[in-house]
């Protein structure tokens, strides 16, 4: 029996729903399975998911994260 508590796929909990916390850096480089330097310049860019500040930290919302994905889905599906 382990006591360590074991961290979900951040990919399966977007598929299975919305957690129920804000999304680091790490977790949306994760999902994406690219770089955590991309994700930085996908904010510098302002062409990723919208993130926010609390304090010195970066956070995405699920919600905003889904509505990023849609909208890149319906984009590239209208320029097909």
């Known amino acids: 029996?382990?006591?360590a508590r074991e961290q979900p796929d951040p990919r399966?909990?977007?598929r299975g729903g919305l957690p129920?916390?804000?999304l680091t850096p790490d977790d949306i480089a994760e999902m994406f399975e690219v770089p955590k330097e991309t994700v930085y310049q996908w904010r510098r860019k302002?062409?990723?998911p919208p993130g926010f500040r609390i304090g010195k930290y970066i956070r995405y919302d699920?919600?905003?994260v889904l509505?990023?994905?849609a909208e890149r889905k319906s984009t590239d599906q209208?320029?097909?």
């Open 12 to 14: 399966a909990t977007l």
């Open 1 to 3: 029996m382990s006591t």
């Open 67 to 69: 509505a990023h994905v």
């Open 20 to 22: 129920d916390r804000y």
């Open 62 to 64: 699920p919600a905003d």
């Open 78 to 80: 209208n320029a097909a």
């Open 46 to 48: 302002r062409m990723g």
